[in-house]
């Protein structure tokens, strides 16, 4: 019996769009926007406070509560854009985003912005996945890195510039402003998204609506967030909730295998956890995203409450960290199809290396002007940051291929953002809870937060230096020799000669496609196409190594 194997030919992605960095722009500027109220609020929540006579809970809820939606809507909203549209759900998430910031701003009562700032998170979940997947399916190659590096640069520089410019807002007319901003961003956005955000065609829809699969993501999610809230907000903390949320999740995974094998399409491919550098990205992301965000949240807490510094003072403390970040992310997204994981793996090195003596110049602070000799540790740590944020999305989604990119950019996101909530909960908690033991010791506060920071950012740089050797030992293992194969029978599987990714005709970085050999055709097996291919990514064909009369060839 006869065995064939069908020939797998690459599909051209065709000419790429001449809009794309103009859209990307666009896309840019809403991240940015999103982003920015992660931090932007912190600096004006006393004022918050008193303007509208809230209790510290509805002040940490107008804080945590963006976060906890932020991150709930991640996944749904990334297979939304999948199904149905990538610019249909970007300028939904912006439009409301816009909308949902002018009820922020004219927010009667506290517990009115609570609910508008638990809407804010929804639009800002719902819009963020669909810019990463846009990336991934606008860009090839080279230029692919160079977008995602400066789309980590304006994470980084979001989220270091959040502080200055609540400052800036707050002394020019009040808490409100931090939300008015929005709307003339927000409407531009709008306007520029709809002339020059390609309409990317939608890839062919699955079958059922996962709902349950939602519903047990969305319940372990929030079940893990919760008690990091409680924490922040110093009172009864319901830490039994986590064990509630390890057993939704595994639920979870159980029920979308279920789902999966019923022919129906589930809420999360869990087949992208084998995609190689998927997993120790995503690892990555969180670890890193629980220590960076807090170095600054802290820096603030401790220059306007230990150093007396007013909230401008502050924000503008931690601009070398944006500057650096800004520098770097810039170089980062040209370097990192050359370097790799390499390039991941320095700027963790980079950030450690400005963290410790952030903070050992914070446990001897005796006064002067500290910012001054925080300035060269911060940019040191900036421009580590900025070669990790965008470098790490790249390798994270760099075998991913594009239908699915909204899902896996969401899955990816929605750690980062668990992980910015542990790490600003263990933060605060190590800063209020030094206070309460040796009062006033602000130097001491700080810097304990600042070495608790430092240990999250190393377990990242565990993380990717154990991803760097694992990838290094698979591309120098020994390839096994094959067994002679006697007329009539056949062989096993083909051979794996070389994982490293290759760029397609587009100059798209293709997925890992192992090449393969086959052995000589015999009698009883006709030469047939070496053609070896994952289903799920383009193939591409391997060098002639047997002549018909099965002799070896050159390659």
Same mark, same amino acid.
């Given at each position: 019996?006869?065995?064939?194997?069908?020939?797998?030919?690459?599909?051209?992605?065709?000419?790429?769009?001449?809009?794309?960095?103009?859209?990307?722009?666009?896309?840019?500027?809403?991240?940015?926007?999103?982003?920015?109220?992660?931090?932007?609020?912190?600096?004006?929540?006393?004022?918050?406070?008193?303007?509208?006579?809230?209790?510290?809970?509805?002040?940490?809820?107008?804080?945590?509560?963006?976060?906890?939606?932020?991150?709930?809507?991640?996944?749904?909203?990334?297979?939304?854009?999948?199904? !149905?549209?990538?610019?249909?759900?970007?300028?939904?998430?912006?439009?409301?985003?816009?909308?949902?910031?002018?009820?922020?701003?004219?927010?009667?009562?506290?517990?009115?912005?609570?609910?508008?700032?638990?809407?804010?998170?929804?639009?800002?979940?719902?819009?963020?996945?669909?810019?990463?997947?846009?990336?991934?399916?606008?860009?090839?190659?080279?230029?692919?890195?160079?977008?995602?590096?400066?789309?980590?640069?304006?994470?980084?520089?979001?989220?270091?510039?959040?502080?200055?410019?609540?400052?800036?807002?707050?002394?020019?007319?009040?808490?409100?402003?931090?939300?008015?901003?929005?709307? %003339?961003?927000?409407?531009?956005?709008?306007?520029?998204?709809?002339?020059?955000?390609?309409?990317?065609?939608?890839?062919?829809?699955?079958?059922?609506?996962?709902?349950?699969?939602?519903?047990?993501?969305?319940?372990?999610?929030?079940?893990?967030?919760?008690?990091?809230?409680?924490?922040?907000?110093?009172?009864?903390?319901?830490?039994?909730?986590?064990?509630?949320?390890?057993?939704?999740?595994?639920?979870?995974?159980?029920?979308?295998?279920?789902?999966?094998?019923?022919?129906?399409?589930?809420?999360?491919?869990?087949?992208?956890?084998?995609?190689?550098?998927?997993?120790?990205?995503?690892?990555?992301?969180?670890?890193?995203?629980?220590?960076?965000?807090?170095?600054?949240?802290? !820096?603030?807490?401790?220059?306007? =409450?230990?150093?007396?510094?007013?909230?401008?003072?502050?924000?503008?403390?931690?601009?070398?960290?944006?500057?650096?970040?800004?520098?770097?992310?810039?170089?980062?997204?040209?370097?990192?199809?050359?370097?790799?994981?390499?390039?991941?793996?320095?700027?963790?090195?980079?950030?450690?290396?400005?963290?410790?003596?952030?903070?050992?110049?914070?446990?001897?602070?005796?006064?002067?002007?500290?910012?001054?000799?925080?300035?060269?540790?911060?940019?040191?740590?900036?421009?580590?940051?900025? !070669?990790?944020?965008?470098?790490? =999305?790249?390798?994270?989604?760099?075998?991913?291929?594009?239908?699915?990119?909204?899902?896996?950019?969401?899955?990816?996101?929605?750690?980062?953002?668990?992980?910015?909530?542990?790490?600003?909960?263990?933060?605060?908690?190590?800063?209020?809870?030094? !206070?309460?033991?040796?009062?006033?010791?602000?130097?001491?506060?700080?810097?304990?937060?600042?070495?608790?920071?430092?240990?999250?950012?190393?377990?990242?740089?565990?993380?990717?230096?154990?991803?760097?050797?694992?990838?290094?030992?698979?591309?120098?293992?020994?390839?096994?020799? =094959?067994?002679?194969?006697?007329?009539?029978?056949?062989?096993?599987?083909?051979?794996?000669?070389?994982?490293?990714?290759?760029?397609?005709?587009?100059?798209?970085?293709?997925?890992?496609?192992?090449?393969?050999?086959?052995?000589?055709?015999? %009698?009883?097996?006709?030469?047939?196409?070496?053609?070896?291919?994952?289903?799920?990514?383009?193939?591409?064909?391997?060098?002639?190594?047997?002549?018909?009369?099965?002799?070896?060839?050159?390659?």
């Amino acid at each position: 019996m006869t065995q064939s194997y069908e020939r797998v030919t690459l599909s051209p992605d065709g000419p790429a769009d001449p809009n794309r960095w103009r859209a990307l722009t666009v896309c840019l500027v809403a991240s940015f926007m999103t982003l920015l109220d992660v931090s932007i609020v912190n600096v004006g929540l006393p004022q918050m406070q008193a303007g509208l006579h809230a209790s510290p809970a509805d002040v940490s809820w107008v804080r945590a509560g963006y976060t906890l939606t932020f991150g709930l809507v991640l996944v749904p909203s990334g297979k939304l854009g999948d199904a !149905l549209g990538r610019k249909r759900m970007f300028l939904l998430g912006l439009f409301l985003f816009t909308g949902v910031s002018l009820m922020c701003a004219l927010s009667p009562t506290a517990q009115w912005l609570v609910v508008a700032r638990l809407l804010q998170g929804v639009a800002g979940g719902l819009l963020n996945p669909q810019i990463i997947a846009m990336i991934q399916q606008l860009f090839r190659g080279d230029e692919r890195g160079r977008a995602f590096g400066l789309y980590g640069g304006t994470v980084a520089i979001a989220t270091a510039i959040g502080p200055l410019a609540g400052g800036l807002l707050i002394e020019a007319g009040g808490w409100r402003w931090m939300f008015l901003v929005n709307l %003339p961003i927000g409407a531009v956005g709008l306007v520029l998204g709809v002339l020059l955000v390609p309409s990317i065609p939608a890839r062919r829809r699955g079958r059922g609506l996962d709902l349950v699969g939602v519903a047990l993501l969305g319940g372990g999610i929030t079940s893990i967030m919760l008690p990091l809230i409680e924490q922040e907000q110093g009172g009864g903390v319901q830490w039994s909730l986590l064990g509630l949320a390890a057993v939704l999740l595994v639920a979870f995974v159980f029920w979308e295998r279920w789902w999966q094998r019923r022919g129906l399409d589930p809420l999360v491919d869990l087949g992208l956890l084998r995609t190689p550098s998927f997993g120790a990205s995503s690892l990555v992301g969180l670890a890193y995203f629980a220590g960076y965000p807090g170095v600054l949240f802290i !820096l603030s807490l401790y220059l306007q =409450q230990g150093r007396a510094y007013s909230a401008l003072a502050a924000g503008a403390a931690g601009m070398p960290f944006a500057v650096g970040s800004a520098i770097s992310a810039a170089v980062s997204g040209r370097a990192v199809y050359r370097i790799g994981r390499v390039l991941v793996v320095a700027g963790l090195a980079a950030v450690l290396a400005g963290l410790i003596p952030a903070a050992l110049i914070i446990q001897h602070d005796t006064g002067g002007a500290v910012w001054a000799r925080l300035f060269v540790p911060l940019l040191l740590a900036g421009l580590g940051s900025g !070669l990790v944020i965008g470098p790490n =999305q790249t390798l994270a989604l760099q075998f991913v291929p594009p239908a699915g990119s909204g899902t896996a950019a969401a899955m990816v996101q929605t750690g980062q953002r668990v992980g910015m909530s542990v790490g600003t909960a263990v933060a605060a908690t190590m800063f209020f809870g030094h !206070l309460e033991v040796a009062h006033r010791d602000y130097s001491g506060a700080a810097s304990r937060s600042l070495y608790g920071a430092a240990a999250l950012v190393a377990v990242a740089l565990v993380a990717a230096s154990g991803d760097l050797v694992a990838a290094r030992r698979l591309r120098r293992r020994p390839i096994p020799r =094959q067994s002679s194969d006697t007329p009539g029978t056949r062989t096993g599987g083909p051979v794996v000669t070389d994982l490293r990714p290759t760029r397609d005709q587009g100059g798209t970085t293709a997925s890992p496609t192992p090449c393969c050999r086959r052995p000589p055709p015999g %009698p009883s097996r006709p030469r047939t196409s070496r053609t070896c291919a994952p289903s799920s990514s383009p193939a591409r064909r391997c060098p002639a190594r047997w002549s018909s009369a099965g002799h070896r060839t050159s390659a």
